[in-house]
């Protein structure tokens, strides 16, 4: 009786105690997940909470060979944007993991693209209603410094594209020293070379262009002037005007020239950076703008019917006290020369100095970017603006640029 009573003991350990009750098996994240657009920028939301655990891991594969990574923790809510560099169709993976080292993924499809550019804010005399009318353009490109630097060619492109742009002085218009040459000394990211290419695919506009470069940028950026005419090119020249003409030094500086042919006659455009003033009697600012304006000079001996224009950043302001001003009164002083911008703003120069004038931000803000214009009876200023800035169609550099109207008559 004793050892039947022993056996049912067991088995009733056994039934109650003995035997191991099977375990759940692990479940997957959940992971919810969604993308709006911005223009080059697309910005993943979501979720990622594990029902039974931890999320250990979360990670971004935008389909450009960019990936990110979140931190894991118990519910992890997460906003994440990404900026391409060019517009398309990516394919974007997000994997979450769990402390059980399960994954659960979701597959999405992003479509950056450049954002339309607004010509709102430009003042509707700037457009071009009659075929004696031309447009010049002036903009310092900040040397590749820019954030969304593609975004922010597009725009420039767009302006000039819609607006029928005639022609085009750049400054701090760089390419980096080590890309691959394309054609003599331009380079394959050359910024007038990218932003002509982006007007020729968009709006079918074959813009000609011309481009050297003084001294080095960051070290890394062959920094130069373009000037870019939808007209034939005739003749060009790119010549130092500074002291220094060493590659290595920033206060080495070079104006580049284009003859261009247009229906109404020939444009000599230039392109021109000058250094700015560093000490009460340093003279090299002067020295470079006359060294521009006898380059002028010569120039119309070849070509004594052209109409002249200079356009650049002087790194110079009309505001300032003297002896700072004085590069702008050395362009000035001899009575050759109209300010274009001045023409149709006359307050433009008066102190204290105007804001709504400053053709740069930053820590020393002021008007510093000009359209010259040699004196001519043919031809007239009839509308400028500063045109990009956050309230006309955006920032795309430090600079604001300077866009001109002139009128040829016989």
């Not at 050297?212 to 960051?218: F, K, V």
């Not at 603006?385 to 008559?409: A, M, R």
């Amino acid at each position: 009786m004793k050892i039947f009573t022993a056996i049912f003991l067991c088995l009733g350990l056994m039934i109650s105690g003995c035997s191991k009750e099977p375990e759940s098996p692990n479940q997957k994240p959940v992971l919810n997940v969604s993308t709006t657009a911005d223009g080059l920028v697309i910005t993943i939301k979501g979720s990622a909470t594990d029902p039974d655990g931890t999320i250990t891991g979360l990670n971004i594969d935008w389909g450009d060979q960019v990936t990110a990574q979140v931190a894991g923790n118990k519910s992890a809510d997460f906003s994440l944007g990404h900026a391409y560099e060019d517009p398309g169709t990516f394919t974007i993976r997000v994997d979450a993991w769990d402390d059980a080292g399960d994954s659960t993924s979701r597959i999405l499809t992003g479509s950056p693209a450049y954002k339309e550019t607004s010509l709102a804010g430009i003042k509707p005399g700037l457009f071009k209603v009659s075929a004696n009318e031309y447009l010049i353009l002036t903009l310092n490109l900040h040397t590749y410094q820019e954030a969304d630097q593609k975004m922010k060619f597009n725009m420039i492109s767009d302006v000039i594209g819609k607006m029928d742009i005639d022609f085009v002085a750049l400054q701090e218009c760089a390419q980096y020293k080590n890309a691959a040459f394309i054609q003599g000394i331009i380079r394959s990211n050359n910024a007038a070379m990218v932003i002509s290419g982006m007007i020729s695919e968009k709006y079918h506009t074959g813009y000609n262009f011309v481009w050297n470069w003084a001294h080095y940028g960051w070290d890394i950026w062959e920094e130069g002037v373009a000037v870019m005419s939808k007209y034939p090119v005739v003749q060009s020249e790119d010549r130092y005007v500074s002291s220094s003409t060493t590659t290595t030094s920033i206060t080495s500086r070079k104006v580049i020239y284009a003859s261009c042919q247009a229906p109404g006659g020939m444009f000599n455009i230039f392109s021109a950076h000058t250094h700015w003033r560093t000490s009460l009697s340093d003279e090299e600012q002067s020295n470079q703008i006359n060294h521009i304006k006898l380059m002028v000079a010569e120039k119309e001996l070849s070509s004594p019917d052209a109409f002249s224009l200079v356009c650049g950043d002087f790194n110079g302001n009309p505001t300032s006290d003297f002896p700072w001003s004085e590069g702008y009164n050395t362009m000035m002083r001899s009575g050759e020369y109209a300010d274009s911008f001045l023409e149709i703003y006359p307050d433009a120069n008066q102190k204290p100095a105007q804001s709504i004038y400053n053709t740069i931000g930053g820590s020393l803000p002021g008007r510093i970017d000009y359209i010259f214009l040699k004196k001519n009876p043919h031809i007239m200023v009839v509308g400028s603006q500063i045109i990009f800035t956050s309230g006309v169609v955006g920032n795309v550099s430090d600079h604001f640029g300077v866009l001109t109207k002139v009128s040829i008559n016989p």
